[in-house]
């Protein structure tokens, strides 16, 4: 079965940090791009970081950048999101997604909350 599994998400106090998780199983992260979302109740999904499939080239959306780190082992299949300096602002269900070529997965989202 070919999946995408986020994981790492727990409530974190203002300030604190977090790792997520991005696994996949079934097929082979080397060549996929490597998208973080995240979406919060009522709001749009906005994409957070992402990385490339080529040369790792990284991307961040302002709000993030300076605090959040993407990264990928393949090794291990699997990209991660370092997340420091946490705010209540980046409370969201976060999901990955790998794209290339035709080819597209979701996974199904971790929770981050961060609250005092």
């Known amino acids: 079965q070919l999946q995408l599994v986020e994981s790492g998400g727990a409530l974190v106090q203002p300030g604190g940090s977090l790792r997520l998780s991005c696994a996949a199983s079934?097929?082979?992260?080397?060549?996929?791009?490597i998208g973080w979302f995240r979406q919060a109740p009522g709001k749009e999904r906005e994409g957070v970081s992402c990385?490339?499939?080529?040369?790792?080239?990284?991307y961040y959306a302002d709000s993030v950048k300076g605090r959040f780190t993407i990264s990928r082992d393949n090794a291990k299949n699997t990209v991660y999101m370092q997340m420091n300096s946490l705010q209540p602002e980046d409370t969201a269900v976060y999901l990955c997604?790998?794209?290339?070529?035709?080819?597209?997965?979701w996974g199904q989202g971790t929770q981050v909350t961060v609250s005092s």
């Open positions: 997604n790998a794209v290339r070529l035709f080819y597209k997965f």
């Open positions: 990385i490339s499939g080529s040369n790792g080239t990284t």
């Open positions: 079934g097929f082979t992260l080397d060549y996929y791009a």
